[in-house]
């Protein structure tokens, strides 16, 4: 049990670097320093699939805005959330 705890604890941290990601993309020189790259470098395996699975839909190519971090998240989420299940 503590396997799943710490796993969702894990998971609880994914998803605040995510959220502290898209914060960061907002500004520029955030991104250029060495937290903007560690959080690049830690969220991008997991962003990067969902960019690929999103940029399928024409639709969602032309937005300005990326989703894959929120796809991300909302995986992380459910993840997270069927583990407290077997916690």
Do not use: K, N
Not at 3 to 10: D, G, K, N, P, S
Not at 35 to 60: D, H, K, N, Q, W
Request: proline share 6%; with cysteine; aromatic share 14%.
């Amino acid at each position: 049990m503590i396997i799943v705890y710490l796993t969702i604890r894990l998971l609880s941290l994914l998803q605040w670097l995510l959220v502290f990601r898209a914060i960061a993309s907002w500004f520029p020189q955030v991104q250029s320093s060495r937290i903007g790259e560690l959080l690049y470098a830690v969220t991008e395996p997991m962003i990067a699939p969902c960019r690929s699975f999103l940029s399928r839909f024409r639709s969602l190519r032309t937005m300005p805005l990326d989703f894959s971090p929120l796809l991300a998240f909302l995986i992380l989420a459910m993840a997270q959330s069927l583990l407290y299940a077997l916690y």
